[in-house]
């Protein structure tokens, strides 16, 4: 009787080093509240992540081989595409949308500016599948990975299984995706006093908490919900943001609030990238806000600043760049991998 | 035994077995058991009428007036329950079930039944539920490759019909339902119960004739995306389903 309980205990302590040794573990930033995503349905490896950045990278989930996710989400402009309005897809099409930045994703519930996807696996369906992005579908994707000679190694390498399915390709690419986490700007390194802001930081910090953080809340620098922050609607687009997912009329312009975290980045600004520089965002917020019945009751009364308030504000906000996340090469374009898989 | 060989001589073999333990468990485990009486044999048949349906040859005349051809014609059943006096007796474990017109094998479904527990009722549903839409990617018949996930929304399409029909007044006379929404207040999920005969042989057909007439295809041709037309139309789906009482459809 007490070999068997010492054998269970053995087998318990052996199970679980035989996982955290072959599994990654996902780090949370201390102090910052636990990911929503789950991580015990797509548990981390390094074989899988590597794979879903070869994927992340590889025009080959557009239809003509042209487009690939990294197209429109470069690290250098903290995955947005970097200087474009509205994102242009294959052969040049245009978008209707600016496309958000990417980082912190374990944290998000739902994606895209109004919310329309339920889970981050999910997310790269979209894209690949959208006319005006890659026209292409998961079921030739899959088919054309299949026929690669690296590819069944990789998925083999990552799940134990060379037959490709749409699962683990979603899988894959979500686990590169939830990698992408940035919790090293100057404004962190303040937090855990390793670092002190400027006097000019400091006053736009406070100006920030004042004005701006029932929105972007610490630490993430969102709240994660859908809000309409008064910007005039474009009549070119009409886009009517959570609406077009709820039709409930309450939810009319209310669009995702985003992270402000590398924003010096992901310029332009917005769901359809109208603004090019942070002082146009705050010339919005002090002298734009249009009233409407589903404008945040944080918006309105308007936001008084002086024009060195504002200064003061996008100092602090330049303080949430964070340079080992942009320029970090597990996530940039992966050149060894892809030459090491062609060759064995 | 010093305790490092102690623990060695413990680990070795626990090594293996675990190695072992793990190459099972990733195989996937037979449904039936060479014994009959410990499945049951659940067969769900489109039909058109009296007729069945195979995607290939799929052209009916119903009435004088009447013609419909069907290209596509698929749609989930899940979670399947048997009942006995109202009572849950024996559920299917992971039950997601994509019926394709266009496979025959997909008609039929078998469930271990080891205990030859007795069962009055079947109670299935039709899509996929709320909570199993938003728990990211899944693989079998859930596998977004299979072409039933809505891409640029979220979400599965439960419900999966596509054709002609001369009294569809659309283009082309093409008509083109993809029903499903996981969330309220268009919520599509059909729960069925129907009463079970013979329980050796539950064959259960859906009719597509059934579902043409009373939505009504001459002026309700395309539902694509979730919003009431889709709940409405989904009841409708639910209740042309029955039970086949003699197997004569097969």
């Given at each position: 009787?007490?070999?068997?309980?010492?054998?269970?205990?053995?087998?318990?302590?052996?199970?679980?080093?035989?996982?955290?040794?072959?599994?990654?573990?996902?780090?949370?930033?201390?102090?910052?509240q636990k990911?929503?995503?789950?991580?015990?349905?797509?548990?981390?490896?390094?074989?899988t992540?590597?794979l879903?950045?070869?994927?992340?990278?590889?025009p080959i989930?557009?239809?003509?081989?042209?487009?690939?996710?990294?197209?429109?989400?470069?690290?250098?402009?903290?995955?947005?595409?970097?200087?474009?309005?509205l994102?242009h897809g294959i052969?040049?099409?245009?978008?209707?949308?600016?496309?958000?930045a990417?980082?912190?994703?374990?944290w998000?519930r739902?994606?895209?500016?109004?919310g329309a996807?339920?889970?981050?696996?999910?997310?790269?369906?979209?894209?690949i599948?959208?006319?005006?992005?890659?026209?292409?579908?998961?079921?030739?994707?899959?088919?054309?990975?299949?026929?690669?000679?690296t590819?069944?190694?990789?998925?083999?390498?990552?799940?134990?299984?060379?037959?490709?399915?749409g699962?683990?390709?979603?899988?894959?690419i979500?686990?590169?995706?939830?990698?992408l986490?940035?919790?090293n700007?100057k404004?962190?390194?303040?937090?855990?006093?390793?670092?002190v802001f400027?006097?000019?930081?400091r006053?736009?910090?406070l100006?920030?908490?004042?004005?701006?953080?029932?929105?972007?809340?610490?630490?993430?620098?969102t709240?994660?919900?859908f809000?309409?922050?008064?910007?005039p609607?474009d009549?070119?687009?009409?886009?009517?943001?959570?609406?077009?997912?709820?039709?409930?009329?309450?939810?009319?312009l209310?669009?995702?609030?985003?992270?402000?975290r590398?924003?010096?980045?992901?310029?332009?600004?917005m769901?359809?990238?109208r603004?090019?520089?942070l002082?146009?965002?705050l010339?919005?917020?002090?002298?734009?806000?249009?009233?409407?019945?589903?404008?945040?009751?944080e918006?309105?009364?308007p936001?008084?600043?002086?024009s060195n308030?504002?200064?003061?504000?996008?100092?602090f906000?330049?303080?949430?760049?964070?340079?080992?996340?942009?320029?970090?090469?597990?996530?940039?374009?992966?050149?060894?991998?892809?030459?090491?898989?062609?060759?064995? | 035994?010093?305790?490092?060989?102690?623990?060695l001589?413990?680990?070795?073999?626990?090594?293996?077995?675990l190695?072992?333990?793990?190459?099972?468990?990733?195989?996937?485990?037979?449904?039936?058991?060479?014994?009959s009486?410990?499945?049951?044999r659940?067969?769900?048949?489109?039909?058109?009428?009296?007729?069945?349906?195979?995607?290939?040859d799929?052209?009916?005349?119903?009435?004088?007036?009447?013609?419909?051809?069907?290209?596509?014609?698929?749609?989930?059943?899940?979670h399947?329950?048997?009942?006995?006096?109202g009572?849950?007796?024996?559920?299917?474990?992971?039950?997601?079930?994509?019926i394709?017109?266009?496979i025959?094998?997909?008609?039929?479904i078998?469930?271990?039944?080891?205990?030859?527990?007795?069962?009055?009722?079947?109670r299935?549903?039709?899509?996929?539920?709320?909570?199993?839409?938003?728990?990211?990617?899944?693989?079998?018949?859930?596998?977004?490759?299979?072409?039933?996930?809505?891409?640029w929304?979220?979400?599965?399409?439960?419900?999966?019909?596509?054709?002609?029909?001369?009294?569809?007044k659309a283009?082309?006379?093409?008509?083109q339902?993809h029903?499903?929404?996981y969330?309220?207040?268009?919520?599509?999920?059909?729960?069925?119960?129907?009463?079970?005969?013979?329980?050796n042989?539950?064959?259960?057909?859906?009719n597509?004739e059934?579902?043409?007439?009373?939505?009504?295809?001459?002026?309700?041709?395309?539902?694509?995306?979730?919003?009431?037309?889709?709940?409405r139309l989904?009841?409708?789906?639910?209740?042309?389903?029955?039970?086949?009482?003699s197997?004569?459809?097969?």
């Amino acid at each position: 009787m007490k070999t068997k309980i010492i054998l269970c205990v053995a087998l318990c302590i052996f199970a679980v080093a035989f996982r955290s040794a072959d599994g990654e573990r996902f780090e949370a930033p201390a102090h910052w509240q636990k990911p929503v995503y789950d991580f015990r349905k797509n548990p981390l490896t390094s074989n899988t992540i590597a794979l879903g950045r070869a994927l992340f990278y590889d025009p080959i989930l557009s239809r003509n081989n042209t487009i690939s996710c990294a197209s429109c989400h470069s690290q250098y402009s903290a995955f947005t595409h970097g200087d474009h309005a509205l994102s242009h897809g294959i052969d040049d099409r245009i978008g209707t949308r600016n496309a958000p930045a990417l980082m912190n994703l374990a944290w998000q519930r739902s994606f895209m500016r109004d919310g329309a996807i339920n889970h981050l696996d999910m997310q790269a369906l979209a894209p690949i599948s959208n006319p005006a992005e890659m026209d292409e579908n998961i079921t030739h994707v899959v088919a054309k990975l299949q026929a690669t000679k690296t590819y069944p190694k990789l998925f083999y390498k990552a799940f134990g299984d060379s037959v490709i399915s749409g699962a683990h390709t979603l899988k894959a690419i979500a686990q590169f995706m939830l990698t992408l986490v940035s919790s090293n700007a100057k404004y962190d390194s303040v937090m855990r006093k390793q670092a002190v802001f400027s006097q000019q930081e400091r006053k736009g910090y406070l100006l920030f908490q004042k004005h701006c953080s029932a929105c972007h809340t610490e630490p993430l620098f969102t709240n994660h919900a859908f809000m309409n922050n008064g910007l005039p609607v474009d009549t070119t687009l009409r886009d009517m943001g959570r609406f077009s997912v709820t039709m409930n009329a309450d939810d009319s312009l209310k669009f995702s609030v985003p992270t402000l975290r590398n924003i010096e980045f992901s310029y332009p600004y917005m769901h359809d990238g109208r603004f090019k520089r942070l002082s146009d965002v705050l010339h919005h917020y002090t002298a734009g806000v249009v009233q409407s019945s589903t404008l945040a009751k944080e918006l309105k009364k308007p936001i008084v600043l002086t024009s060195n308030e504002k200064v003061d504000i996008i100092a602090f906000l330049l303080t949430l760049t964070d340079r080992t996340f942009l320029f970090s090469p597990a996530f940039s374009f992966p050149q060894n991998m892809i030459e090491e898989a062609a060759k064995d | 035994m010093t305790p490092i060989k102690t623990l060695l001589v413990i680990f070795s073999p626990l090594f293996f077995l675990l190695v072992a333990c793990r190459g099972a468990s990733a195989r996937p485990r037979p449904l039936a058991t060479s014994s009959s009486s410990g499945i049951i044999r659940l067969s769900i048949i489109p039909t058109f009428g009296s007729k069945n349906i195979l995607i290939a040859d799929s052209s009916f005349q119903t009435g004088d007036s009447h013609n419909v051809q069907i290209d596509v014609l698929k749609f989930y059943v899940s979670h399947i329950q048997f009942l006995k006096n109202g009572t849950v007796v024996l559920e299917e474990q992971k039950s997601f079930h994509l019926i394709d017109a266009a496979i025959k094998a997909s008609f039929d479904i078998v469930i271990p039944n080891k205990h030859a527990i007795s069962f009055d009722a079947v109670r299935f549903n039709l899509g996929i539920d709320s909570t199993t839409s938003v728990s990211g990617a899944m693989g079998g018949d859930l596998d977004p490759t299979k072409g039933m996930y809505w891409t640029w929304q979220s979400g599965y399409v439960n419900f999966k019909c596509e054709g002609k029909s001369n009294l569809c007044k659309a283009r082309n006379n093409e008509f083109q339902f993809h029903l499903g929404g996981y969330r309220q207040p268009y919520y599509c999920l059909q729960t069925l119960t129907l009463p079970v005969h013979n329980p050796n042989e539950i064959t259960l057909q859906f009719n597509a004739e059934t579902f043409l007439s009373h939505s009504d295809v001459g002026t309700h041709h395309h539902v694509m995306s979730p919003n009431a037309e889709a709940v409405r139309l989904s009841a409708i789906v639910a209740n042309s389903f029955s039970m086949v009482k003699s197997s004569t459809a097969k």
